[in-house]
């Protein structure tokens, strides 16, 4: 089994910066990769971004490209998630994915794939 718990979410001006972090315990070698999920009220669950673990491969939604960055600790079995450039549309509740199995493009943005999550960390971003 895997946990998952999540941290740095917060209230922040449109245009700031956020930084969260997801930190992995328990039978952490069995993890293939990691990102996150987002769902702000009243809408599904949506990908944001994803990290294989081996190669190190990343994946991102169209609509936080170039504003959103996922890196991993390699010291620890701890996931990061640079978010700048924040908008209003930004704002959910944000949770930390880790699965057993390999990224691909169709994959990665289903929920589905992911075998654990996190409880989530709020990110607020006012106008």
């Known amino acids: 089994q895997v946990e998952l718990v999540e941290s740095g979410g917060g209230l922040v001006q449109s245009g700031g910066s956020l930084r969260l972090s997801c930190d992995a315990s328990g039978r952490t070698s069995s993890i293939y990769a990691m990102g996150w999920f987002r769902q702000a009220p009243g809408k599904e669950r949506e990908f944001v971004a994803a990290l294989s673990w081996t190669g190190g491969s990343t994946y991102y939604a169209d609509s936080v490209k170039g504003r959103f960055s996922v890196s991993r600790d390699g010291a620890r079995d701890t996931v990061r998630l640079q978010m700048n450039s924040l908008k209003p549309e930004d704002t959910a509740r944000y949770f930390c994915?880790?699965?057993?199995?390999?990224?691909?493009?169709?994959?990665?943005?289903?929920?589905?794939?992911?075998?654990?999550w996190g409880r989530g960390t709020q990110v607020t971003v006012r106008a």
């Open positions: 994915v880790a699965t057993r199995w390999p990224l691909n493009s169709l994959a990665v943005v289903t929920t589905d794939h992911y075998d654990y």
